[in-house]
């Protein structure tokens, strides 16, 4: 009895020697790497305002990978997924914003919004469900007014709708586009945290609503 339990055992152990030694164990990990746009829930376009984004390249793995744009224009963005060990700690990674204090402007007949100013920029924040939105306009930018500038930003997120499997989810976008991605739209679907940056504020917004569900 002892001597066939040695060989069962042996034999086992020959097995997983050669399994390993073919390259069994490198293919189960290759497997959740990824290497293209369509192994994540990025979209492969977006297109805004005359500015097109398109996918040039996916990396990491399925709980944690990177999707890099890039438009004719030089425009880019950035398309993250990063899993958290809890939800409570995804959450965290959210910037969201309550109602805040401040002088109100009315963006649409729905739509009401907090006016704030400091350190030459004016800020526009306002909430639509579980997601916190901020309009930024340098004060320095000739080209409209604050109110202006978030109403394009509510009209665009009007047409289309945002990931709609977000628990909790903050937009912060820039009237000027901006020479890094400073412009981004974040959100929680449990322990993991999607992030979309980029350079120009309707393209990066429009990524995220092209977001696979």
Do not use: C
């Not at 469900?129 to 080209?143: E, I, L, R």
């Amino acid at each position: 009895m002892q001597r066939k339990t040695k060989i069962i055992t042996t034999v086992t152990a020959a097995l997983a020697v050669l399994a390993l030694g073919s390259g069994t164990a490198l293919q189960i990990h290759a497997a959740n790497d990824v290497s293209s746009v369509g192994q994540t829930t990025a979209p492969t376009t977006a297109t805004a305002a005359g500015t097109k984004l398109k996918a040039k390249s996916a990396s990491g793995t399925r709980q944690n990978y990177q999707v890099n744009y890039k438009a004719t224009d030089d425009q880019s963005a950035t398309y993250q997924k990063t899993t958290y060990g809890a939800t409570s700690t995804a959450k965290q990674q959210v910037d969201y914003v309550g109602q805040a204090d401040g002088a109100t402007v009315k963006l649409n007949s729905d739509t009401k919004a907090v006016v704030q100013g400091t350190m030459g920029h004016t800020y526009v924040h306002w909430n639509k469900g579980d997601w916190s939105v901020t309009a930024v306009t340098s004060n320095a930018d000739a080209t409209g007014t604050p109110k202006q500038f978030a109403k394009q930003v509510n009209q665009q997120l009007d047409k289309a709708s945002l990931p709609k499997k977000a628990d909790t989810g903050a937009i912060t976008v820039y009237s000027q586009n901006e020479d890094n991605e400073t412009n981004s739209v974040t959100w929680q679907d449990g322990k993991q945290v999607y992030k979309v940056s980029g350079t120009a504020a309707d393209a990066t917004v429009k990524v995220a609503q092209n977001a696979k569900d």
